[in-house]
């Protein structure tokens, strides 16, 4: 190892990513999965985007809110794959320190705008469950994007200080991260002041953001199964139910994965650390993937218009 990266300096001008720690022989492998899901991601949210524009019946909130999220992904999975992939592949490590805090500030402002837009849809559909006949003059086109600006607002406002007070750091340590993308926890162990006011930030970000984020989406969904269980008919229930079901399974995607990482990080000291990086690089893989798998399988409007594409192509 070379002095320049363990000698004492304030200013790096690089940081030196590690990949999988741990793995590095079994890189290549690791990279086809990985680059199988971010391919999966992009044309599974691509696809999205483009039923939804060129559809006009789907010109609706519900609509507008999975665009948001299908962009939201892209930019997730894209701030950090390739990246990784050029160190599975060419063995590329080093990151320059202004790109190592730009993909720090977009991944996590990105991963609070998505778990606002999750809470955009279960108001969205909490509204047209339990109130449809004033859902249009509720849910204008006007109020949709000032939701939009707002959920990306929330995000680009919480994490600038992360990344203001992280520019300022001196990094004496040492400037190799043990991680595959420039991850904040990963940082902050590098730095050699004080950091326990960027701990307590942090901390009160995750639980303030995601707790009330989810308080939020718990009622929305208290007050659509309360709608749901007053309907007439069995048959009424189960397709709302059903209308109901490609949000539930996208929550579910995104804060389990999240809630799991995050207790390992908490709590598993004992775990090796490539398991820790391998289940946090999944992580921002796994969501994008699979959200417009479930929507595009469960949402029974834009199933059907794929179906009328592919069987257009044929004819």
Sequence with gaps: MSDSNTTDFANPSTFILLGIPGLEAAHVWISIPFCTMYAIAIMGNFTILFIVKTEPSLHEPMYYFLCMLAVTDMVLSTSTLPKMLSIFWFNSREIDFSACLTQMYVLHCFLLTESGIFVAMGFDHCVGICDPLRHSTILTNPMVAKIGLAVVL???????????????????????????????????????TEIHVSNYYSLSVVICVFGL????????????LRAI??????????????????????????????????LMYRFGKNMALYFHVLIASV???????????????????IRNRLLRLFTHKRI
């Design 154 to 192: 929330r995000g680009v406002m919480l994490v600038l200080p992360f990344i203001l007070v992280a520019r300022q750091w001196p990094y004496c340590r040492t400037n190799i991260i043990p991680h595959s993308y420039c991850e904040h926890m990963a940082m902050v162990k590098l730095a050699c």
């Design 213 to 224: 984020d989810l308080i939020f989406i718990a009622v929305s969904y208290t007050q659509i």
């Design 229 to 262: 269980f007053s309907l007439p008919t069995k048959e009424a229930r189960l397709k709302t139910f059903g209308t109901c079901g490609s949000h539930f399974c996208a929550i579910l995607s995104i804060y389990i994965p999240y809630l799991f990482s995050a």
């Design 283 to 301: 992580y921002l893989l796994m969501p994008p993937m699979l959200n417009p798998i479930i929507y595009g399988v469960r949402t029974k409007q």
